[in-house]
């Protein structure tokens, strides 16, 4: 009966993975020092409002009515990246690996005047395996991706593409399609790249992710890549990011942030 009560009044668009951490933080800031003032007159009804202020922001994703629209306009953009909450994968993220560095020095990111590339012979192995993982085995590559053997279920709702394991959230993507072609750019990369596997999976992922943004055609409808700038509204901020989309389908390929210059 609980759970149904719950499930009820709960907001999808403002909690589980759409839960937007600033907000989440900035009203349970709210809800404790609203609780320390109650305690000065009774410390019981303080923790009391407390814990139901918790739960409201549990099932809802705030306390406070208009929340979102607040922290749009008044949370300092280096925040919301400090939180990485809404925000797209960003290529060139600071690491203990120089991903562009090491995949120009095994010779897969090439110079080609003036732009990067990849190396044609890999390009082509990566098109032909994105052709088999798109065709037959997504499910099965998908789980060495992974590193799991439990049950995978894909989930797309037009927006994002999330991935569950067994139930639990095991990864998110731009789409299906993105997802397709960083299952097949890891197997390409295991015999492209000696000591591949060696990396940890956060490594291995942006790898992948570097590389996805070397696509010319779509791969789900084999259409024609293109690259612009546009803004990108979460619930809780605005910003602006390169796209890569499929000029054919529309599916959204890749995107990172257009990080402002910190002031001198």
């Known amino acids: 009966m609980t759970s149904a009560i719950l499930t009820r009044f709960t907001q999808p668009a403002y909690t589980g993975e759409n839960r937007c951490l600033p907000c989440t933080v ?28 918790v739960l409201i922001i549990y099932v809802r994703g705030y306390l406070v009515p208009g929340t979102p629209e607040l922290t749009k306009r008044y949370l300092p953009a280096r925040i919301h990246r400090l939180f990485g909450t809404h925000a797209p994968t960003e290529p060139t993220a600071k690491g203990p690996v120089d991903i562009e560095a090491e995949l120009t020095a095994e010779g897969i990111i090439v110079d080609a005047g003036d732009d990067l590339a990849l190396d044609p012979q890999f390009t082509a192995e990566w098109e032909a395996a994105i052709a088999h993982v798109g065709a037959d085995s997504l499910m099965d590559a998908l789980g060495a991706f992974l590193e799991t053997d439990e049950p995978l279920i894909i989930e797309d709702d037009h927006t994002r593409t999330m991935v569950f394991a067994n139930g639990a959230p095991a990864g998110n993507w731009e789409s299906q399609a993105a997802l397709i072609a960083d299952v097949a750019a890891h197997q390409t990369l295991i015999s492209a790249l000696p000591n591949y596997l060696d990396y940890d999976r956060e490594t291995r992922a942006r790898m992948v992710g ?15 890549v293109e690259i612009g700038e546009e803004v990108v509204e979460s619930c809780c901020r605005a910003f602006d990011v390169v796209a890569f989309s499929c000029r054919d389908c529309g599916v959204r390929l890749a995107e990172f942030e257009l990080l402002e210059a910190e002031p001198a």
Request: glycine letters at 6%; proline letters at 7%; hydrophobic letters at 60%.
């Open 210 to 224: 570097a590389i996805r943004m070397f696509l010319e055609a779509c791969p789900t409808c084999g259409g024609e």
């Open 26 to 53: 900035v009203n349970v800031t709210i809800a404790a020092a609203g609780s320390l003032l109650l305690a000065v007159w009774s410390p019981p009804v303080a923790l009391a409002a407390f814990l139901a202020s």
